[in-house]
Structure formats: structure tokens, C-alpha cells
């Protein structure tokens, strides 16, 4: 049954485009929606009996298989959340029939890649389902056709073309000795065997999810990708793209199938403690509100890393955690920075000020979502943090502890200094007349700030029972 989560959008897209063409217009919208917040609540009220595997045997190598535990569950219910923002704003922002239906047709598309990589079992399965992510994701980044939309479109393909080629040779190595690409079976072979060969098919395969992750230092292709995308597509590389078809694939395959040895630690703690300084040291620089964001992507991915780099069942569900929380976040500054762009016209800091008198909802929001991705108290960021830092420290690992925290000190410093430049202060003359965004936007950011604030106020009451778990992925 869970691979209705794949189905149901492709069937979508045949009955909009075919069987009711006419109609498809106005349909596409509703359709999209119904199918996000269905998504959501299957995964927060389960029927027990939707929940249960597939398996389709194309030959006795390659076996297309899906299956449910708490971590894939959580990735559903993140794009869930973030799909319904985006087709949201996409009715929002795009007044054009025809262009809209046409994003709606992708969204789609990108949904079904999107639950395939939650979903999957196995290695081509997987390298599969994240190129259809990536493929769409190229075409949205370009979908205004403008010069800096092509040219940032361009370095993601290039670039996801040489993490699919670095995964695609991995994979082929594994499957020369393995003899399979189920996760289970490939785990089972190298633990058996290990040697210098599946060493370097690993290392090959994580590079490509390294450059997918955007991590450093294979991120470059990220900030203009962010930058330069339309706002519903910032939105949704930022929240559930990146994070899915990237950090998820990557925390499942070392989960699951590589395993925790001491090199693979060392090499996810740096990576990670690479990224999130980096990240952060280059969003202190920026002046344009998206690029800034887009950096912090790059920190906060590095910060999830980090946990999972830890090696610990503390540190996995504290990145999981953070995971979500991210998209969370992540998504509502993204819509705020959309509706900031729409109402004053301007992305750069240098050129706003005071616009929460202005635009009080988008103002608020923005605090809540800064202060949650700071780590702060009580907010669904500050016990992801917490949580990986614990784990650090509690692993032997105190340096990279020290880094994490002091990140977050870094973290807080260029949120505040957006916060400033953009929110508070004095109205300048160029901006008296700025009024708040349309409900397609103050909506979507009213609900996703109270989710940041939800969610942290539930976490404690939830660690045990729901979040801790999520640090044991085979025990879905």
C-alpha cells in the first residue's frame, strides 16, 4: 500500500494532462494540496493497515522494494508539509494559467521522486528516484528562463551529473561484489568481506551524496541555485529537495548499509564541522537575503552531519530531528524572503529596514524561524542542536562538540544581523508604502511558525516515545 505515495502522483499527472485536460487548470492546485495534507495525516494518524511493504522482483538482482519506519516517516511527513507550502505560494505567485499549471505538472513529478527515495529499499532504486528529483529540480531552477536562472541551473546540472556519475560508479562496484542492491544484502557483503575495492565503491558513492547534500566543499553549486530559483522552488530545494534526495539518502546508505567504522566517522565529522563553519563564516557576509539563507542551508546540513557523524543512536535521531526542524524553518524564511522580494521590491539587506512595523506577520514569523535555527529555548531547533551536541561530547568527540556550539553562536550573529537590517528599526522613506503580503503567503508562514513553536514545545514530552527512536532507523 505505501506505494501509493509514488502512484498516486503519476496517476495524478495522466488524469490532469488527459483524461481531464480541461479541467486539469483548476484541478491541478486542489489536487496538489489534497494530496500534501493526505501525506501528513497518514504519517501523524496511521492506519495500520496502509502501512505495510511492497515488493516488485524484476530479477534476482535487482529487487524493487519499499518499506516504512520511523525515519522514512518522518521524511514523509517533512515534504508533506513543505509540498502543501509550495503549491500554496505557487497560486500565490504565479498568476499565469497556463505557466502555473505547468509548475503544478513538475511539483508533482518531483513528488513522486521525493517519496521514492523516503521509500526505497535499495541502492539503484534509490539512485533512481533521487535523478528524478534532481532532473525536475534542474528544470524549476530554470522555470523563469531568465539569464541568472540559467546560469545557476546549469552549474546544479553539471554538478548533480557528477555526483550521479560518482554514485553510479560506486554503485556499480558494490554490485560487482556484492552480487545484489537491497540494502540489507549489500550490508551483509561488506560486513563479510571488506577490502580495499568496496572501500573505494563506498567512498565514490558518498561523494556523490556529499555534492546532492551540498555540502563543502562541494556546495558551490548551492547559493546561486537558492538565489536565483523562483520563490516556490527556493522554498522547496531549501525545505525537502536538498534534504531528501542529499542528507537522507546519505544518513540511510551509512545507516544501513555502510556502517559506523572509525574512518567513516572521522570523514562525516569533518565533512560536517566543514560545512557548518564555512556555511556560517560566508552567511555573516551577505547582503542578499536569499544567498544569506542559502549559506545557512549549507551550515545547517553540516550540522546534521555532524550528528550523524557521531556514531551514537543519541546522535542519529538528534540529526533526524534537526532534519526536520530545518525544512521547517528553513521553508518559512524562504516564503518570508519571497513575500519581503514581492512587497519592497528588493532583496538586499542593505536596502531594507523596519519593515515589521510594515509587515508585522512576515516580521514575527521571521523571528521565530531565526531563533529556532539559532538553537534557541524553547524552539524546535534548540533540542535538535542540543541533542547532537550531547552526542558529540558523550561520543569522545568534545572538539567537534566545541565547533557545533560555537556555529550556533555564529548562527545567532548573521540572524540577528538579518533580523536588523531588514525588520527592525526605522521605516525608510522608499518603503512607507509597503503593505503586508497576500494571504497566499502570511498563511503559509503564520502555520509554519506555529509549527516551529509546536514542535518545541512538544519535543519533551515526545523524546522518548517518538524522537529517541528515530535514533535506531532499522528499528522502524
Given at each position: 500500500m505505501v506505494s501509493l505515495f509514488i502512484l498516486a502522483p503519476l496517476l495524478a499527472i495522466f488524469a490532469l494532462n488527459f483524461m481531464f485536460r480541461r479541467l486539469g487548470r483548476f484541478a491541478a492546485f486542489w489536487v496538489g494540496l489534497l494530496f500534501s495534507l493526505a501525506q501528513i495525516e497518514l504519517v501523524l494518524l496511521p492506519r495500520l493497515p496502509f502501512w505495510t511493504n511492497s515488493n516488485f522482483i524484476l530479477n534476482d538482482v535487482f529487487r524493487f522494494s519499499l518499506g516504512v519506519d520511523n525515519f522514512t516517516?518522518?521524511?514523509?511527513?517533512?515534504?508533506?508539509?513543505?509540498?502543501?507550502v509550495v503549491f500554496v505560494i505557487t497560486k500565490a505567485l504565479i498568476d499565469d494559467e497556463a505557466k502555473r499549471f505547468d509548475f503544478f505538472n513538475l511539483l508533482f513529478i518531483i513528488m513522486i521522486g521525493i517519496n521514492?527515495?523516503?521509500?526505497?529499499?535499495?541502492?539503484?532504486?534509490?539512485?533512481?528516484?533521487?535523478?528524478?528529483?534532481?532532473?525536475?529540480?534542474?528544470?524549476?531552477?530554470?522555470?523563469?528562463?531568465?539569464?541568472?536562472?540559467?546560469?545557476?541551473?546549469?552549474?546544479?546540472?553539471?554538478?548533480?551529473?557528477?555526483?550521479?556519475?560518482?554514485?553510479?560508479s560506486?554503485?556499480?562496484?558494490?554490485?560487482?561484489?556484492?552480487?545484489?542492491?537491497?540494502?540489507?544484502?549489500?550490508?551483509?557483503?561488506?560486513?563479510?568481506?571488506?577490502?580495499?575495492?568496496?572501500?573505494?565503491?563506498?567512498?565514490?558513492?558518498?561523494?556523490g551524496l556529499f555534492i546532492k547534500s551540498g555540502l563543502a566543499p562541494f556546495h558551490t553549486w548551492l547559493?546561486?541555485?537558492?538565489?536565483?530559483?523562483?520563490?516556490?522552488?527556493?522554498?522547496?530545494?531549501?525545505?525537502?529537495?536538498?534534504?531528501?534526495?542529499?542528507?537522507?539518502?546519505?544518513?540511510?546508505?551509512?545507516?544501513?548499509?555502510f556502517g559506523f567504522s572509525p574512518s567513516m566517522k572521522l570523514v562525516l565529522l569533518f565533512v560536517g564541522a566543514f560545512s557548518a563553519v564555512l556555511g556560517a563564516l560566508a552567511a555573516l557576509t551577505q547582503s542578499d537575503?536569499?544567498?544569506?539563507?542559502?549559506?545557512?542551508?549549507?551550515?545547517?546540513?553540516?550540522?546534521?552531519?555532524?550528528?550523524?557523524g557521531s556514531g551514537s543512536a543519541l546522535g542519529v535521531a538528534g540529526a533526524a530531528l534537526?532534519?526536520?526542524?530545518?525544512?521547517?524553518?528553513?521553508?518559512?524564511?524562504?516564503?518570508?524572503?519571497?513575500?519581503?522580494?514581492?512587497?519592497?521590491?528588493?532583496?538586499?539587506?542593505?536596502?531594507?529596514?523596519?519593515?515589521?512595523?510594515?509587515?508585522?506577520?512576515?516580521?514575527?514569523?521571521?523571528?521565530?524561524?531565526?531563533?529556532?535555527?539559532?538553537?534557541?529555548?524553547?524552539?524546535?531547533?534548540?533540542?535538535?542542536k542540543l541533542m547532537i551536541i550531547m552526542a558529540l561530547w558523550g561520543a569522545g568527540f568534545r572538539m567537534y562538540s566545541v565547533i557545533a556550539a560555537a556555529t550556533g553562536v555564529l548562527t545567532l550573529a548573521y540572524f540577528l544581523s538579518l533580523q536588523r537590517r531588514a525588520f527592525f528599526g526605522e521605516v525608510s522613506e522608499k518603503h512607507l508604502g509597503v503593505k503586508e503580503a497576500g494571504l497566499g503567503l502570511v498563511l503559509p508562514s503564520v502555520v509554519l511558525g506555529a509549527l516551529v513553536v509546536l514542535t518545541g514545545v512538544l519535543t519533551p514530552f515526545i523524546l522518548k516515545s517518538v524522537i529517541l527512536p528515530l535514533g535506531n532507523i532499522l528499528g522502524g
Open positions: 516517516k518522518l521524511i514523509l511527513l517533512s515534504s508533506g508539509v513543505v509540498l502543501a521514492g527515495v523516503a521509500l526505497t529499499k535499495d541502492l539503484f532504486s534509490l539512485y533512481v528516484f533521487i535523478e528524478v528529483t534532481s532532473i525536475t529540480s534542474f528544470i524549476l531552477i530554470a522555470f523563469d528562463r531568465n539569464m541568472h536562472a540559467f546560469e545557476a541551473a546549469f552549474k546544479y546540472i553539471m554538478l548533480s551529473a557528477l555526483a550521479s556519475v560518482l554514485m553510479l560506486g554503485m556499480s562496484l558494490l554490485l560487482l561484489v556484492c552480487g545484489a542492491t537491497g540494502f540489507s544484502a549489500v550490508a551483509q557483503s561488506l560486513a563479510a568481506s571488506p577490502n580495499n575495492f568496496t572501500v573505494f565503491a563506498v567512498g565514490l558513492f558518498l561523494c547559493p546561486d541555485s537558492y538565489s536565483s530559483a523562483p520563490a516556490p522552488v527556493s522554498v522547496l530545494l531549501a525545505g525537502i529537495v536538498t534534504k531528501t534526495a542529499g542528507v537522507y539518502a546519505l544518513m540511510r546508505v551509512v545507516v544501513s548499509i537575503i536569499k544567498r544569506m539563507l542559502a549559506y545557512s542551508s549549507i551550515s545547517q546540513v553540516g550540522y546534521i552531519v555532524l550528528g550523524l534537526h532534519l526536520f526542524n530545518h525544512s521547517v524553518f528553513k521553508s518559512l524564511l524562504f516564503v518570508n524572503a519571497a513575500a519581503v522580494e514581492t512587497q519592497s521590491g528588493t532583496r538586499d539587506l542593505d536596502k531594507m529596514s523596519g519593515l515589521a512595523q510594515k509587515m508585522p506577520y512576515t516580521g514575527i514569523t521571521s523571528c521565530l524561524a531565526s531563533l529556532s535555527a539559532a538553537g534557541l529555548p524553547p524552539l524546535a531547533g534548540f533540542w535538535s
